[in-house]
């Protein structure tokens, strides 16, 4: 290790002096090879949890927040449904192709559930 002087204490280790603009640290930017933006997980997800819940919420007012576990079931069941339908048409409304099948068929399931849920 080199003695440390006065000339050498205002200086970076290459030698230059420090300026009070100068930046320590990379200086990548957003979209620089090195830096690539963060991949957007599960927002599909996130979305269809929220619509979900928002159903479920429905269901609960409607029956003044008083189910049984079996009916509550049901409900979650049915809300899931009503989530992945709702996400099924605005895909649909946007121009992509839905296997009608594939929609006859969740139809049917939430059907099924909303009878179980009020017996």
């Not at 919420?57 to 003044?64: H, Q, S």
């Amino acid at each position: 290790m080199g003695t440390t002087t006065l000339s050498t204490i205002g200086t970076s280790a290459r030698g230059r002096p420090f300026q009070p603009g100068h930046k320590i640290g990379p200086r990548f930017q957003k979209g620089h090879p090195f830096y690539p933006p963060k991949p957007k997980h599960g927002r599909a997800k996130r979305d269809l949890r929220i619509i979900a819940r928002r159903i479920f919420r429905a269901l609960e007012l409607e029956r003044d927040g008083e189910m049984t576990v079996e009916q509550r079931i049901h409900a979650e069941n049915a809300a899931r449904l009503g989530a992945l339908l709702k996400d099924l048409f605005d895909r649909s409304g946007r121009g992509e192709l839905i296997d009608p099948t594939t929609m006859s068929a969740l139809v049917n399931s939430q059907q099924r559930e909303m009878e179980l849920l009020n017996q």
